[in-house]
């Protein structure tokens, strides 16, 4: 397998998220978000850390720029911190918040980097939190208004968007699981937040199309999972359907095809807990047709009936004898082929791009002033792999963003788990390359 296996306009990039590497959080402007806040309150994030340092990408992104050059990636996938260009979410804008990102683009394009920037990545501005923040419908409104304002701004550059990234996981993890910020356990609430989130992205589509600039590509970051039954009983197979219904259809179908699935908008009624849709609501999702959908995989979950709650009366099982990342997630590349070939068999075919994916291991040993992470570098190639086979079945796959760049802030996990390409020291700021990224730069290269 080499690059030149893929189609000749097939595009290989890296991730980051604004939250977990720029840092500077109180600088030049930046109002507070959500997980300033969140990250403050003790027993919510190891060691209660927070990303007001994370890698220092605010001062330090001519360099790590530098890194995405050597690596010889086509593109490179950002998110823009929404309480950097607006404090306050809403009304005055922070001019140095907004050159930070123009500084960002113009280097990108520079070095012979797509920009493809993210809108919302999982960092409310505080203010429109204490307003109510996604529990509000008026925070459709609020979005649209910050997109149309990051489309005008830098959409002459930009030619790759993204609504959201993993609205699942800002619904369910910060409403009603709670070990995301805002830190909530009102499921009912989680469900609204759900169909607001939704109506968002489609209003950010709108105003892309109205946008003078909108002349690019914009869709959903989804994270996505393939749901195996851990038998061939019945009762495990619904399980699985029932699981994949709360994590996968309940976002593909109003993103695909502009309604809710309806076993599981009846379980959630059934349990008092289906959203408030208004009149012309489902007219709005169905018109606001993606470009592309973004697909965020790292896993499978292997499914049985009994146990859990009268939500999800299931349990996830944790196959014995398989290999599992630090996160405690199974390795299963193969996964990732079914994903693809299931999106195009039930959706159609709509170009994807796989926009996260990747592994946190301890990456402790180093080699030759090379950190020596041969599991990291086996995930990927296997992954590769599948993503290769996938496009030989036909399946309509466009990019490819390793998830991440750079060792970063894992949310809640704090500093302890690495996802990077690069190693980041976080007392000296020091990038250390892995042997990962050596073979992906020789992967990109043709040099492997």
């Not at 600088?27 to 978000?33: L, V």
């Not at 280097?107 to 920037?117: D, K, Q, S």
């Not at 489902?282 to 499978?300: E, I, Q, T």
């Amino acid at each position: 397998m080499t690059r030149k296996d893929f189609p000749g306009d097939f595009r290989w990039g890296a991730a980051t998220a604004a939250y977990q590497i720029e840092g500077a959080w109180a600088t030049d402007g930046r109002g507070p978000c959500i997980w300033d806040t969140f990250a403050a309150i003790p027993g919510h994030t190891v060691r209660q850390e927070s990303g007001a340092v994370a890698c220092d990408h605010y001062h330090l992104w001519k360099d790590d720029l530098d890194l995405l050059k050597d690596l010889g990636i086509d593109a490179y996938r950002f998110s823009i911190s929404w309480s950097r260009v607006f404090p306050e979410g809403t009304g005055a804008s922070n001019p140095v918040g907004w050159a930070f990102y123009d500084r960002l683009i113009d280097g990108l394009l520079e070095r012979g980097i797509a920009p493809c920037a993210t809108l919302y990545h999982w960092d409310l501005p505080q203010a429109l939190q204490d307003r109510g923040g996604w529990g509000n419908r008026d925070i459709v409104g609020w979005f649209e208004d910050y997109a149309e304002a990051m489309f005008g701004a830098f959409g002459d550059r930009v030619k790759t968007w993204y609504t959201h990234n993993e609205p699942w996981v800002v619904a369910w993890a910060g409403h009603a699981i709670g070990r995301h910020a805002p830190g909530l356990s009102d499921r009912k609430l989680a469900v609204q937040v759900t169909h607001h989130l939704l109506l968002s992205h489609a209003a950010a589509i709108e105003a892309y199309r109205n946008s003078r600039q909108g002349d690019g590509q914009i869709g959903a970051v989804l994270n996505l999972y393939p749901m195996v039954p851990a038998t061939s009983s019945p009762q495990d197979h619904a399980a699985a359907r029932l699981l994949d219904g709360h994590h996968n259809r309940w976002w593909l179908d109003p993103v695909l095809k502009g309604t809710y699935p309806q076993d599981t908008w009846d379980h959630y009624a059934s349990l008092g807990i289906a959203p408030r849709v208004e009149p012309g609501d489902l007219d709005r999702l169905a018109g606001a047709k993606s470009d592309f959908l973004g697909v965020n995989y790292y896993f499978r979950k292997v499914v049985a009936a009994g146990g859990g709650d009268d939500l999800l009366p299931l349990t996830e099982v944790k196959p014995t004898g398989a290999p599992y990342t630090s996160m405690s997630w199974e390795v299963w590349p193969e996964g990732l082929y079914d994903l693809l070939v299931r999106l195009k068999a039930d959706y159609g075919d709509i170009p994807l791009a796989i926009t996260e994916n990747g592994a946190a291991f301890p990456d402790e040993q180093l080699t030759d002033g090379v950190v020596d992470d041969e599991d990291r570098r086996s995930f990927l190639e296997g992954h590769f792999a599948a993503a290769l086979k996938a496009v030989k079945a036909g399946v309509n796959l466009k990019d490819y963003f390793v998830w991440s760049l750079l060792d970063n802030y894992e949310w809640a996990h704090g500093y302890d788990k690495r996802f990077g390409l690069f190693r980041v020291d976080y007392e000296t700021q020091k990038r250390t390359w892995k042997r990962s990224s050596r073979w992906y730069q020789g992967f990109l290269k043709g040099t492997n």
